[in-house]
Each structure stands twice: as structure tokens, then as C-alpha cells.
């Protein structure tokens, strides 16, 4: 089965395991299958119209889905997926 | 609470002044035990941002997944991000605020003319609405 890496402030929601084996042969398959065994893992990942947030990025071994198949990528029961946050800022549009 | 050693604030600071006057980005790692999170080792990392970096930074997704194979690798956790604030105050901007992620410590290094001023650390939010003020200890020179 495909193994997903969870984020250390995640696996509060995943029973505190730092990684889930679960079935599904595309991106989509896998995190569905994820937040159906931990449902409270599901608004970090998702917003209320079922997207991935935008901070959240996922690759398969080494490779960011946004430049594959997104969700619809396909996974094998070798792979590995990392939820990887996406970050930026700057000190401009407003302070305090 | 966020605890920063002696070694990695050493490497925080000296990145973001090196890096003066443009913003410096990088990632934190460490134990957590509980709700106290200790930085034990600073990782220096690009600034991405295409365009003005003196008031911009970016991080490659790609290099924080190096953050975390690290983290992993060493027993720690990823446990944030710091960046800097060439001349003027560590508050979290609205656009650091936008493009952030929830999951993570944020702290902020004021540098002022080239020096370290002061640091902040700050934990957004889910809507990326609004960040809360942690409680941040760093050594002092």
C-alpha cells in the first residue's frame, strides 16, 4: 500500500503515527481514503468546497502533483506522499 | 512555547543579517514535548521570490520537503519557519498572514540597519485570518 508521511502538527489527528499506509491508486484515492480513517485530519487538508487548502502541496517520492496528474496522479504501492506546507510573506501590505 | 538553542539562533541570526537588506527564510527544527517546542537545529534556506526580495520571501515547497526528510532522518520535527523584516518591526504582515500555513511556528527577526533587533513568533491560524502571538525564548547576546 501506498505510505503517506504526516506532518508532525497533523498526527495529533492520526492517532500520533508519523506515517499511515493507505489504499488507493491515485493522489485523490489515497488522501480520500486518509481522511475517511481520521476524519479530523480533513479540514486541515481541505477547505469547506472539498479543494486542497492552498497552502498544501503533495508529492509522490519526489514529485510535486501539480506538475504530474494532480489528485488524479497515480500512486503505487511503493510510493511514498509527502503533504508538504507551501510558504511565502514579506514585510509589505500592511504591519500591525 | 518556542525555544530557540544557542547554536541555531546563532545560525538564524547571522543568516538574516548576512542576508540584509533583503528577507531571509528558513526552517526550525527540533523535539516538542508537549507544548514546548525546542529549535535545535537551524536550517538556512533560499529565498525564492522572483521579484523584490527586500520585502518579499518564498520558499521552494521542494526544500521544505528537505526540511522534513531531515527532520525525519534526525529524530526531530519540523516545527517552523523563520524570515526576517529588513528595518522594521517582527509583526506578521498581512501578506506573510496570506501566505502562510497554520501547521507551524512562524518567527520573525527584526533587523535594523544591518543588526538583529528583536524576534517574534507567531502561530496562524486556519483561515489565515489572524495570528496569535507565541511565547518566544532566544538567547540574548
Known sequence: MPKILIPTPLRQFAEKKDSVDVDG???????AALTAAYPDMKKNLFNDEGKLRSFVNVYVNDEDIRFLEKDKTAVAAT???????????GKIAGGK | MIKIEQEAWQLMVEHAQKTYPNECCGAMLGPIDGDTKTVRVALP???AYPGAQRERYEL???????????????????IGIFHSHPDCDAYFSKTDLENSCPWYSFVVLSIQKGQFHHANSWLPNMEQTEAAKEELEYPHA
Open chain 2, 60 to 78: 521552494r515547497p521542494e526544500d521544505l520537503l528537505f526540511a522534513e526528510r531531515e527532520a525525519r532522518k534526525n529524530g526531530m520535527d519540523l
Open chain 2, 45 to 47: 534556506l533560499e529565498n
Open chain 1, 79 to 89: 510510493d511514498t506522499i509527502s503533504i508538504v506546507p507551501s510558504i511565502a510573506g
Open chain 1, 25 to 31: 491508486a491515485t493522489v485523490g484515492e489515497v488522501l
